[in-house]
């Protein structure tokens, strides 16, 4: 070990002894299709001292989470490939105010030379970039359920929608960057569907097995190009579950063709997503999809049929719509809000709890 590394490593040990209860989680999630970064280090400095260096992250592979006793302090990371030797190796450095008892996940992305990859439609900066959640969990907060949060690492994908086949909306208008809210479902194995921001046009689809991780908290990423003949052949599209302990969940892509009249591919007359917040009080959102322009009508029950409201009754265009009900004057309880056009009719159930 050089005098160096027996430096850091005593430094470390002093400072997890002195801050033992001030500990933050960190995992690093290496999404960049980078070449130079077919395997990545990630170096944390302390001023020019070395204090954590993991080694060889491979594409499309993740860290467990680590705890360092670093809080409240500026630290300096730095992304190397995976056969460098020294932090002045990097290709990306950045500062990080780590703050104390905070967990992270961060998605390494982009490329080191925009200019030789297709741009984001979207108009955002795809140069090589870490992005960080500062909200991460390492399990589920219900028990028998598991808290989903998804992150955008697709440079040349637009804006989407996450849904499932039921249209049940999971994830809305997410770009290239950023993160989901935490999403809580059943375990279960779902079939995920991607499609533009409007809902109509389905880009790619995924079987995602989830019916083991009761009580878990998976980081979705989405990696890789949309179109990789764009970009100089680079890895396909590609979504997979990341655990707290590292371990990865291969998300199954589903061929596209022939099943546009099973799902959100083309729709022909309406999808409605189940409502957010549920249960809610005092209000909360339904939002549907249209394929045409056709008139509808959008009304509130109660739990013995009766209509407590009716929220929209017109003609509207092709697209997403959402509408907000309020439901301060109603007593606690469950109702149902339905969605009719010409002979459609679909109907979901929603709590209302004061």
């Known amino acids: 070990m050089t005098a160096k590394r027996l430096f850091a490593s005593i430094f470390l040990s002093i400072?997890?002894?002195?801050?033992?209860?001030?500990a933050q989680s960190i995992q690093a999630i290496h999404g960049s299709p980078e070449p130079q970064l077919d395997s990545a280090d990630v170096y944390v400095l302390l001023g020019p001292l070395t204090v954590l260096e993991l080694q060889d992250i491979d594409f499309r592979e993740s860290n467990p989470y680590f705890s360092s006793p670093l809080g409240g302090l500026t630290l300096n990371f730095g992304v190397a490939p995976g056969n460098s030797t020294a932090a002045a190796d990097t290709l990306l450095n950045f500062p990080f105010f780590l703050a104390t008892?905070?967990?992270?996940?961060?998605?390494?992305?982009?490329?080191?030379?925009?200019?030789?990859?297709?741009?984001?439609?979207?108009?955002?900066?795809?140069?090589?970039?870490?992005?960080?959640?500062d909200q991460a969990r390492m399990a589920g907060t219900t028990a028998?359920?598991?808290?989903?949060?998804?992150?955008?690492?697709?440079?040349?994908?637009?804006?989407?929608?996450?849904?499932?086949?039921?249209?049940?909306?999971?994830?809305?208008?997410?770009?290239?960057?950023?993160?989901?809210?935490?999403?809580?479902?059943?375990?279960?194995?779902y079939?995920?569907?991607?499609?533009?921001?409007?809902?109509?046009?389905?880009?790619?689809?995924?079987?995602?097995?989830?019916?083991?991780?009761?009580?878990?908290?998976i980081t979705i990423a989405a990696t890789g190009f949309l179109d990789p003949t764009a970009n100089n052949d680079g890895?396909?599209?590609?979504?997979?579950?990341?655990?707290?302990?590292?371990d990865i969940i291969d998300f199954e892509p589903l061929d596209l063709t022939g099943i546009e009249d099973e799902g959100v591919a083309a729709i022909d007359d309406f999808v409605l997503a189940?409502?957010?917040?549920?249960?809610?009080?005092?209000?909360t959102t339904i939002e549907f999809t249209l394929g045409s322009r056709q008139s509808i009508?959008?009304?509130?029950?109660?739990?013995?049929?009766?209509?407590?409201?009716?929220?929209?009754?017109?003609?509207?265009?092709?697209?997403?719509?959402?509408?907000?009900?309020?439901?301060?004057?109603?007593?606690?309880?469950?109702?149902?809000?339905?969605?009719?056009?010409?002979?459609?009719?679909?109907?979901?159930?929603?709590?209302?709890?004061?």
């Open 297 to 354: 009508s959008l009304r509130i029950f109660n739990a013995v049929g009766q209509v407590v409201e009716v929220l929209v009754q017109d003609e509207l265009s092709a697209g997403q719509h959402q509408y907000t009900w309020q439901a301060s004057d109603v007593a606690s309880g469950v109702y149902y809000y339905q969605l009719t056009s010409g002979n459609k009719v679909e109907t979901r159930k929603m709590m209302l709890l004061k």
């Open 101 to 133: 008892e905070t967990t992270y996940t961060g998605i390494i992305a982009g490329v080191q030379d925009p200019s030789s990859y297709a741009a984001n439609p979207d108009g955002h900066d795809i140069g090589l970039d870490v992005f960080v959640y």
């Open 191 to 217: 079939t995920l569907s991607v499609t533009d921001a409007t809902g109509l046009i389905e880009v790619a689809r995924f079987g995602a097995d989830l019916s083991a991780y009761a009580d878990s908290a």
């Open 15 to 22: 400072a997890f002894a002195l801050s033992p209860l001030a």
């Open 235 to 246: 890895p396909s599209l590609a979504v997979q579950g990341v655990l707290p302990s590292g």
């Open 274 to 283: 189940q409502n957010y917040p549920n249960p809610f009080n005092p209000s």
């Open 144 to 189: 028998g359920s598991i808290d989903l949060l998804v992150v955008h690492a697709v440079s040349d994908a637009p804006t989407v929608d996450i849904r499932l086949l039921d249209g049940t909306l999971l994830v809305d208008d997410i770009a290239y960057g950023d993160y989901s809210n935490y999403i809580t479902v059943a375990p279960a194995n």
